[in-house]
């Protein structure tokens, strides 16, 4: 299981407090999911997390790790905003099979399946969750999310995580920049694995640094690379990977 805790955001200022802070746009949290993340002022990642509309309030749903640090954060952005944040009380359910009738949609990929929230324990449908994500290149929270990292190299624009037309938002300018006015030239990439090695392990190519390897399923693999030396094959340890066409 995710390990998830979700949090009850209310008051009369939640939903400006919010929009003027993470990078999506919230006015999808109606009769949906949002994804989204909070960054720091330099453009950097913090956090990332679920959002959506729960009667008078919004449910913020986030990887545990990272729960303490996100409310100390949004705390601090508060100041006199009439914003409570506060724990729910809910569990995440979330599968791809039959859904209840309170399920929705994950934003980041249709093979995602569906999450929802509710006061019963929380629960899985052993759906196999890192086959979809390295088939599909999603990344996750403390694997290849990590701080310091920029979204657009996690690919947050094809997961439906960035909006481009909302306004500003804290590390809004580093964003828009990075889209805008320069070329990647690094980023999360699915490649071929041919072997294993533990997540983290470095990639090397011609005796260079060139990466570094992440979650692996199926002889494919989720990998951050430099892209103009992943060419050809590349060694992790004992695993020889290559960029998948």
């Known amino acids: 299981m995710p390990n998830r805790r979700i949090l009850r955001l209310s008051g009369a200022d ?8 993470v990078t999506n746009d919230i006015a999808g949290m109606q009769g949906g999911l949002v994804y989204a993340a909070l960054l720091t002022p330099q453009g950097k990642y913090l956090a990332d997390f679920f959002l959506t509309r729960r009667g008078d309030a919004v449910l913020l749903d986030v990887a545990e790790t990272l729960a303490d640090g996100l409310v ?10 009439d914003v409570t944040i506060a724990d729910s009380g ?8 039959p859904a209840p009738d309170s399920a ?14 509710s006061a019963a324990s929380e629960s899985d449908d052993g759906t196999d969750w890192d086959a979809i994500r390295v088939r599909n290149c999603i990344p996750e929270t403390g694997v290849e999310l990590t701080p310091d990292s920029y979204i657009l190299e996690s690919g947050f624009e094809a997961l439906n995580g960035v ?21 990647l ?38 990998a951050y690379l430099r892209l103009d030396r992943a060419t050809g094959d590349m060694q992790a340890d004992a695993a020889t990977v290559r960029l998948s066409s």
Not at 72 to 81: E, F, Q, T, V
Not at 104 to 117: E, S, V
Not at 188 to 193: A, G, K, P, S, Y
Request: contains cysteine.
């Open 14 to 21: 939640t939903d400006s407090f919010l929009q003027g802070l």
């Open 72 to 81: 100390k954060r949004l705390s601090m952005y508060k100041l006199r905003a």
């Open 90 to 97: 809910l569990n995440l359910q979330r599968g791809t099979g």
């Open 104 to 117: 929705l949609p994950d934003p980041r990929h249709n093979d995602m399946g569906w999450r929802t929230y």
């Open 163 to 183: 909006d481009f037309k909302k306004g500003c938002y804290v590390g809004q300018e580093v964003t828009a920049r990075m889209k805008h006015k320069t070329e």
């Open 185 to 222: 030239r690094k980023g999360l990439r699915r490649v071929l694995i041919d072997g294993s090695a533990p997540v983290g392990t470095e990639i090397n190519a011609g005796g260079k640094p060139v990466g570094t390897l992440f979650t692996q399923s199926g002889g494919a693999a989720i």
